[in-house]
């Protein structure tokens, strides 16, 4: 293959679309170009548009994150004072629910050796009489 006849052939069918393009636009060349910088113009407000909304959400975020920062040692503090207080309230009502369950469990072994010694007296009287 000869690179001559390549060659002329590559030009002319460059030329050949080149052409067809120009003359198939619907619009002009100066209307092309302007609409193409509208465009360009657009997409760069958009992208600066983009670009505030992006700082917006990061300030928003870094806020956010020294709020937490700050807030959530007081949280945990109050928390844990709050856990103490409960703590310190409910002490005497936990040592009287002591006394009065062992007061209970005092009564039942005393109900228990009541039942056991009539128990054993009934047994006594049943063998006297039976005998």
């Given amino acids: 293959m000869k690179a001559k006849p390549f060659l002329l052939g590559l030009t002319t069918g460059i ?3 080149t052409l ?3 003359f198939s636009t619907p619009q002009s060349g100066q209307q092309l170009r302007a609409s193409l910088k509208q465009n360009v113009d657009q997409t760069k407000e958009m992208l600066l548009d983009v670009k505030q909304q992006a700082g917006t959400v990061k300030q928003s975020v870094n806020t956010l994150t020294n709020e937490v920062k700050n807030n959530i040692p007081q949280i945990i503090n109050d ?3 709050t856990i103490t207080t409960f703590t310190e309230e409910i ?3 936990k040592n009287n629910l002591q ?3 062992e007061a209970l469990q005092n009564s039942i072994n005393e109900i228990e050796q ?3 010694q009539i128990t054993k007296n009934k047994e006594k009287s ?3 009489v039976s005998d």
């Fill in 79 to 81: 928390l844990k004072q």
């Fill in 114 to 116: 009541n039942i056991a």
């Fill in 91 to 93: 002490e005497p009502t």
């Fill in 15 to 17: 030329i050949g679309g």
């Fill in 126 to 128: 049943q063998e006297k």
């Fill in 20 to 22: 067809a393009v120009l």
């Fill in 99 to 101: 006394q009065e369950i």
